[in-house]
């Protein structure tokens, strides 16, 4: 799967990812930081999943309606743990986050709002 992570992902995730055979980029190998919306932008243009732990990113898919090809977003998982997590929501929910699912991770709990098929 083609996966976006933010900078604010734990840089030791995309090498987990990698690993379980991803094809991953993460934008803190940047020179700079383009932005949510750029990076969004970036994210969709190429097909990749987006993984963040910034919850701006809700905002710029459901109220300004930015088209996505779906993203994770973390929530209160230290650095190290951010890869597990990833390959869990990835193995279980993958397919639903390509076709533009927006999951969102918690310890303890895991939410998934399906793609708006409405076009």
Do not use: Y
């Not at 604010?8 to 190998?29: A, I, M, Q, Y």
């Amino acid at each position: 799967m083609k996966i976006l992570l933010d900078s604010c992902v734990w840089g030791g995730t995309r090498k987990t990812l990698e690993e379980s055979g991803h094809d991953v980029v993460w934008s803190g190998n940047w020179e700079q930081d383009p932005g949510d919306l750029e990076i969004l932008t970036i994210a969709q243009r190429e097909g990749r999943v987006l993984v963040t732990l910034d919850k701006d990113f809700g905002e710029l898919a459901l109220v300004r309606g930015i088209p996505h090809c779906g993203f994770l977003r973390l929530v209160n998982f230290p650095g190290k743990q951010q890869a597990v997590v990833c390959l869990k929501v990835l193995e279980s929910h993958g397919l639903d986050l390509q076709r533009g699912a927006i999951a969102t991770a918690e310890p303890g709990r895991l939410r998934i709002r399906p793609a708006d098929t409405e076009s």
